[in-house]
């Protein structure tokens, strides 16, 4: 059984990953507006209390994260500095400060999304966070040998499709998707991309 720390466990992926997880791991649940266990992402001393607080772990899965899409010439630099501070640096600062935490052997994983590989018109903030967010768990990677680093990029999530009134046929569901996370913990290439979406 390994412990496991969830970030972002209250969101629609975060909630398939730990259901998925908690019949065999021990699975600490965190996110913005947990009842025990709230935390910023976008603020750093946040995510280190919280670590210092969980403690040792075998494993950080990180879902949280928010970037906003918004078209090239129509975004604001709040928006750019929205995007930077929650979804890529928050990111990002789960593998600087988590790796203290986890154990020999263990892994962080983190969540970039699919237009990072295909991106389109309107997409430009989110696809360049997303972007920095995989360039940094591979650079990381030959860094630290101790633990290992990866990144899922998520496909559009089928309920996600439903609520906006979207077909979902080309999504797939969360419970999917947490699989691709529960694949990476006992064994994984460090700095590697795995995308979970339809090809």
Excluded at 13 to 20: C, E, I, P, R
Excluded at 78 to 87: E, G, H, M, R, V
Aim: some cysteine; proline content about 4%; glycine content about 8%.
């Amino acid at each position: 059984m390994k412990k496991i720390l969830v970030l972002g466990s209250t969101g629609l992926l975060g909630n398939a990953v730990v259901d998925t997880l908690k019949s065999r791991h021990e699975v600490v649940e965190a996110s913005f507006n947990h009842p025990e266990n709230a935390f910023d992402l976008s603020d750093p001393q946040s995510l280190i209390a919280l670590f210092e607080k969980v403690g040792a772990v075998d494993a950080i899965i990180c879902t949280a994260g928010v970037a906003n899409l918004v078209d090239w010439h129509t975004a604001q630099s709040t928006d750019w500095t929205f995007a930077i501070s929650n979804k890529m640096m928050g990111q990002i600062n789960t593998l600087r400060f988590g790796e203290k935490f986890v154990n020999d052997g263990g892994v962080i994983i983190v969540t970039s999304g699919i237009l990072a590989q295909h991106p389109f018109k309107g997409s430009s903030v989110v696809t360049t966070v997303n972007a920095a967010v995989e360039a940094a768990e591979t650079a990381a990677a030959i860094e630290v040998e101790r633990i290992r680093f990866n990144a899922i990029s998520p496909g559009w999530v089928a309920e996600t499709m439903v609520n906006m009134g979207m077909d979902p046929e080309p999504g797939i569901p969360a419970s999917d998707i947490a699989q691709y996370y529960v694949n990476l913990l006992d064994n994984s290439v460090s700095g590697t991309t795995t995308v979970a979406a339809k090809h």
